[in-house]
């Protein structure tokens, strides 16, 4: 039987615990669940769909496959069709289960950012594959580098907030390629880029990247941040015609299908950005009112520049690496506060030190965690 580590958030119970024992109560920063209603539209179109008796398609509605082939080309610069896409079940479903639809197994290599979410490595010890850490296929030995199969790329990245520019996309293609590896772009926090990511974000499907070819790339995307449907496990990914058929056809084989009224959600969703750009709006506010908190506390908080997260830490000692001690250290007093955080250690060595604080909390949770920083972390 297949032994997978511990779930990493698992190991907050004792600290989550001590947040509770808060006059005030608990100010949850760590998830990063979306907290905001379903946009109104969206359920509306969740409802006229509940007559859903026959079977619905893998590969999705021709309505659904036009809405994402349509998305990525208004909202993310590419050149795509409706013969690129596919729904998923959530997009951690589809990272955890690639490396298996692709055929990978023991001897080949997974790499992955050095700093990143658990499912990638996960991904790969599902299926016996090794998990590699390294920003860059020029890190990795010889013997490693033939035997990568499928590299994951993150921007903007969870945990850190950082966003690859247009320069580091294009070389992280270029070397994928040259081995003949394929290059997956999660791409989930795209949306919500800050300061000078606030016009967009830069993804493996540009052209301006890619050459306008886009022979051994995916794009992965997700629903839960933008639109508050985390609930509805809504999001799909694009690219590489044969390489989407091929996942198609495997999936049906699986019964890996999105149900038909989440696909007429999605839809709905997709064709709509207002909703999107108010819930930016309001995480906009969440952020700035953390952001200022956390520094004049005198935290550090680093990257950060895109998604629902701020990457903190304390300002190191002199001639001293960070630890995973530093980083439990560091949860146990945002606890004391009444605050859980979620532990940078969770997302690779080269997390030690840092915390993820979340700006997906309520208004007066938010209002209640900003109190409480300035009060002293």
Known sequence: MLTLPEYPWEQLAPYRARAAEH?????????????????????????????????????????????????????RGAQITPAQVIPSIGSKEFIAWLPLLMGLGPGDAVVRPEVAYPTYDIGAQLVGATPVAADSLSELDTDTRSRVKLVWTN????????????????????????????????ECYAELGWDQWEPGVPSVLDPAVNGGDTTGLLSVYSLSKQSNLAGYRAAFAAGDEQIITTLINSRKHAGMIVPAPIQ????AALNDDAHVQEQK???????????????????????????????????????RAATAEDTWNLVQRFADAGIVVGPGVFYGEAGNGYVRVAITATDDAVAQAVSRIRRGI
């Not at 100010?27 to 008796?53: C, K, M």
């Not at 007429?264 to 839809?267: G, K, T, Y």
Request: hydrophobic share 40%; aromatic share 4%; net charge negative.
């Open 264 to 267: 007429s959600a999605m839809v």
């Open 23 to 75: 006059p005030d109560g608990v100010a949850d920063l760590s998830i990063g669940t979306p907290v905001d209603p379903t946009p109104e539209l969206i359920q509306h179109a969740l409802r006229e769909s509940t007559d859903a008796h026959g079977y619905p398609t893998t590969a999705g509605t021709s309505q659904l496959r036009e809405a994402i082939a349509s998305w990525y080309v208004r909202r």
């Open 155 to 186: 921007s903007p990245a969870n945990p850190t907030g950082r966003v690859d520019t247009a320069d580091q996309v294009r070389e992280k293609i270029a070397e994928a390629r040259a081995i003949g590896a394929v290059l997956a772009g999660d």
């Open 281 to 319: 709006d309001r995480y906009r506010i969440r952020r700035g009112q953390l952001l200022a908190a956390l520094t004049e506390s005198g935290l550090h908080v680093d990257h950060s520049e895109a998604g629902l997260y701020l990457w903190t830490r304390t300002v190191a000692s002199a001639g």
